[in-house]
């Protein structure tokens, strides 16, 4: 494999299985192609777009937590239209069944019995808008799913398609008519992150881009076997233990700060190295740094801690922003 440079000038040892280069570096290119073309939509949300992309590669799930109005829904439809896959939607409301997210048994009088109709969740990319506006009963509908790529329905386990991702939007400032997602279903999230608002430059671009026709449509880049061959690339990528010690320090320090009543769990330091994987492989590399651990940190732990002082979940990322400043990085 072609070196692609490391910061002591030193390639670190490898444990992964080579890859003819031509195949690789046609995978790189594919990725980039992935980004640029949400780039060109999502105006002045590359990090954003690395950050939904890294957990998409990672086989992980995305909570989107932001005002109305800054693109929430338009990050998700253009990463589901940018590949050839099968893409639902579901308006999360209260009236809103689990029968109507995972399906369910009706009975044709002409066969004289029942037949199985498949709910949205049974698609490769699911768009879950809005998804504290579901009850409690109808949010842990998707638990199963999230974690285990099956659901049980009516004493029946189906599974779901090998590419299955979820990408949820909320509103994290307004509380009249939602229901607070539980610890355990925000935990079933990779990454959680907000979109903010554009600068000034940035929102003439994307008003220049309004008058434009078809300014906001994307072509497909990418199949779905292509993300499942990227998905078996990222979980190759070397890890140095070095890198896994530092996740395990920041994890610790969670579980032992005084800011910090509860800590991040051992999925979060799993979770934390499978983004990572997948970070690197999106900067074309096929080794983890400590820099790709001290970026995805904030957005893979920042929802899985809970502060001893519970105002509201902007001030989560700082929280792990603080603990990361507290421990020592690996050279």
């Given amino acids: 494999m072609e070196k692609r440079g490391d910061a002591l000038g030193v390639e670190p040892e490898r444990n992964v299985v080579e890859q003819q280069p031509a195949v690789v570096d046609a995978l790189y290119r594919r ?20 950050l939904a992309a890294t957990a998409f590669l990672a086989g992980g799930h995305v909570l989107l937590e932001d005002v109305p109005g800054v693109g929430k829904t ?4 253009t990463l589901a239209k940018s590949v050839r896959a099968n893409f639902k939607r579901i308006q ?5 069944l689990p029968s109507d997210i ?16 498949p709910g949205p969740i049974f698609t490769n990319i699911l768009l879950a808008d809005e998804i504290n506006r579901a009850t409690p009963r109808t949010q842990s509908s998707l638990l199963e799913a999230m974690e285990e790529n099956q659901v049980t329905i009516e004493g029946e386990t189906r599974f779901l398609p090998e590419l299955f991702f979820v990408i949820a939007t909320q509103n994290p400032i307004e509380y009249h ?10 935990d079933r999230f990779m990454l959680s992150l907000s979109l903010g608002y554009p600068t000034p430059d940035e929102e003439v671009t994307l008003l220049e881009k309004t ?14 076997e292509e993300v499942l061959q ?44 499978r983004a990572a994987q997948s970070a690197a492989l999106l900067s074309e590399r096929d080794y983890v740094k400590p ?31 603080q603990v990361l400043s507290e421990v020592r990085t690996p050279v």
């Fill in 177 to 186: 008519g939602t229901f607070p997602l539980p610890e355990a279903q925000i």
């Fill in 291 to 321: 820099e790709d651990i001290k970026l995805l940190a904030p957005y893979v732990f920042g929802h899985r801690i809970i502060p001893r002082h519970q105002d509201n979940k902007v001030g989560h990322a700082e929280i792990v922003e």
């Fill in 230 to 273: 990227a998905r078996v690339r990222a979980r190759q990528v070397f890890v140095e233990e070095s890198i896994q010690r530092y996740i395990v320090e920041i994890v610790n320090a969670t579980r032992n700060h005084p800011l910090i009543v509860l800590g991040v769990s051992p999925r979060g330091s799993q979770l934390l190295m």
């Fill in 31 to 50: 990725l980039s192609d992935l980004l640029d073309n949400m780039n060109r939509v999502l105006v002045g949300q590359k990090k954003s777009v690395k």
């Fill in 74 to 77: 338009l990050l998700a439809k």
């Fill in 92 to 96: 999360c409301t209260p009236d809103l």
């Fill in 211 to 224: 008058l434009q026709d078809g300014a906001f449509n994307v072509a497909s880049v990418l199949s779905v």
């Fill in 102 to 117: 995972s399906g369910v048994s009706i009975f044709s009088q002409n066969d004289g019995k029942f037949s199985f109709v």
